[in-house]
């Protein structure tokens, strides 16, 4: 099998500027059947649990200073390598195909035997290899603190589905809100701050999760705990179960930034209430400070 290095990974997916349900090996049988008839992209070799590969040692720093400082390898963090490393490329390449397929806002609701049928479909996403379905099986069930992400997994379903009736499209933002109280949230910020805020990111699902996650650790090498520090791990993300992220209309991806803390919206989210910051300065999750992400659950 061939390998490749880290230079070569971080040219291999396409990565399409900021795009911004689901336990048990059933999920893999069930994906692995509906992909005998295709022909693997990698080859089907023997892969050992992921935890046998990177580093396993617990961060001997101050835990916030790595959330403060997210973006840069740190010496404990865990890494990818050999095989994986390929895997983490292709697989990732085949999800951002799927993305454009699909359509930026509907794949945010894509269930996972949604996904495979779709890659059967179509020849420009192509059907997830043997390999390919191991390592995300993979990802999915690994406990994240084996990256240094400490959140709650909120999702254990590896094939649950959005049910069409429990969730809302937002005209002119491309992303869905569940109904009830992330609805009704959105709607009261957007009567009380006007068309100044929008909203940026809304329900997703583990497949978005998988997408947005594995784009994320190929801009690092494979380094799997700063791809965690910016982005919850497949099951981990709260936007599955209500949570949102709003931003000031005009300011582009600063939205995602620290600097949207400094705006006059996001004054006024917290002057009216709105804001229950999940992930503070000092969170004890692993996570970068998001003052954008409005906590529902």
Do not use: C
Request: no cysteine.
């Amino acid at each position: 099998m061939k390998r490749i290095s880290r230079r070569e990974l971080l040219k291999a997916v396409p990565l399409g500027g900021l795009a911004l349900l689901l336990e048990g090996p059933g999920a893999l049988r069930r994906a692995q059947r509906i992909v005998t008839t295709a022909a693997p992209e990698v080859e089907a070799e023997s892969i050992d649990p992921i935890a046998d590969e990177g580093s396993r040692h617990r961060s001997e720093h101050d835990p916030l200073h790595k959330i403060r400082d997210f973006d840069r390898t740190y010496p404990d963090d865990y890494l990818l390598g050999g095989s994986r490393l390929e895997l983490l490329a292709t697989t990732a390449a085949r999800l951002e195909r799927a993305v454009r397929i699909i359509g930026h806002g509907h794949f945010n609701l894509v269930s996972f035997d949604d996904l495979l049928r779709y890659a059967l479909r179509y020849e420009e996403i192509g059907a997830f290899s043997p390999a390919e379905l191991r390592f995300l099986d993979e990802i999915f069930h690994t406990d994240a603190a084996l990256y240094g992400f400490y959140g709650q997994k909120v999702l254990t379903d590896q094939v649950a589905r959005f049910n069409a009736r429990d969730v809302e499209r937002i005209a002119s933002t491309g992303h869905y809100l569940l109904r009830g109280e992330p609805l009704q949230r959105y709607e009261r910020i957007r009567q009380d701050l006007g068309d100044k805020v929008f909203l940026t990111s809304g329900v997703r699902g583990v497949v978005k999760q998988y997408q947005l996650f594995l784009s994320k650790a190929v801009t690092t090498g494979g380094n799997l705990s700063q791809a965690s520090r910016s982005l919850a791990p497949p099951g981990y993300s709260y936007h599955a179960i209500g949570d949102f992220d709003v931003g000031r209309v005009g300011f582009g991806l600063k939205n995602f930034t620290a600097d949207f803390a400094e705006t006059p919206e996001y004054r006024k989210l917290i002057d009216l209430g709105y804001v229950d910051i999940r992930y503070t300065k000092t969170n004890p999750f692993g996570v970068r400070h998001e003052p954008w992400h409005i906590k529902i659950a």
